[in-house]
């Protein structure tokens, strides 16, 4: 397999590293030419896109949003049209079910098939290839990244025939995502005006019906005074936008999700956009004139 990624964030690094431990002539593309090399330098393929687009079995896009998966695969320099027919999409970006719909018409155009794939699981699970994939797509794009999926992924949900099915999972998920990111900094933050100390806060909430995965993986970087970012706080800006429009346009009212965005955008307003997005406690303990750990 020839097996093309492109974005090595903090996602798409590991994935790439996945695929490569798999055994594939893996590729590395993305804007920071430092992550390209550095990719390179742990053995990934040196060829430039001209020379392997053509060649190309899969590729993998872990963008940020909807407008670079578009640019990746239909812009100026956009991949697509250099593929070979029968070469495979997969698509991991968090974009609306209507974009996903658009991308998978558009390459099957050219002959290439196109997998709605947006994945779950944080930076960590991305490098061990344990990512959830939440994927729909026909039964030859399904074939088709199989052996990208079985690297990248611990589980795959098979959601649907066209693609749109994922990602309106995702956004699904997205949605309790960032509320329990916006609620597990409220009730620490809380937690301290009313003498519990952060770490006293994870040792029991954690243990205890308040919890959540996003508690227990967010709450030590506030604990720790560490906000090293694994996913950034302005991310939520873009997903929990992502989810409004959708619920907009379904005239669905989303009052917890409107109010979880606007802390995040009270973050990004602060300064805390590229931080991890624990970062968004430090809204709540400005308003309350608490410190957190390590201020």
């Known amino acids: ?40 330098s742990e053995g990934g393929s040196t060829e430039s896109l001209i020379d ?6 899969c590729v993998i896009v872990v963008v940020l949003n909807a407008e670079q998966t578009e640019s990746v695969l239909f812009g100026e320099q956009g991949v697509v049209p250099n593929l070979k027919p029968g070469c495979v999409v997969i698509a991991c970006a968090t974009v609306s079910p209507e974009f996903a719909r658009d991308m998978e018409s558009r390459c099957k155009k050219h002959g290439v098939h196109y997998l709605d794939a947006p994945i779950s699981g944080g930076s960590v699970k991305a490098a061990q290839g344990e990512l959830s994939v939440l994927a729909s797509g026909t039964g030859d794009a399904f074939n088709a990244a199989r052996p990208a999926l079985d690297a ?66 967010r709450a030590p970087h506030i604990v720790e005074g ?12 873009k997903d929990l936008g ?28 602060q300064g805390f956009g590229l931080e991890d ?19």
């Open 1 to 40: 397999m020839h097996t093309a990624v492109f974005g090595l964030g903090s996602m798409g690094y590991g994935v790439a590293q996945s695929i490569l431990k798999a055994g594939d002539t893996t590729y590395g593309f993305d804007v920071m030419s430092s992550q390209v090399e550095k990719f390179q």
């Open 226 to 237: 560490d906000y090293t970012p694994h996913s950034a706080v302005n991310i939520w800006l």
């Open 152 to 217: 990248m992924a611990a589980t795959v949900f098979e959601l649907g025939k066209e693609a749109g099915a994922g990602s309106a999972m995702k956004s699904v998920n997205q949605l309790l995502a960032g509320v329990h990111i916006a609620a597990m900094a409220e009730a620490l933050t809380f937690g301290i005006t009313q003498g519990v100390k952060p770490e006293q806060f994870l040792e029991v909430i954690s243990q205890c019906a308040g919890s959540s995965w996003m508690l227990e993986n």
């Open 242 to 269: 992502i989810v409004l429009d959708i619920a907009s346009k379904a005239e669905f009212d989303a009052p917890v999700t409107t109010a979880a965005l606007q802390q995040f955008t009270k973050a990004s307003e």
């Open 52 to 57: 392997a687009a053509g060649i190309l079995d």
């Open 277 to 295: 997005d624990a970062a968004v406690a430090k809204v709540y303990a400005r308003d309350a004139g608490i410190k957190l750990p390590g201020e």
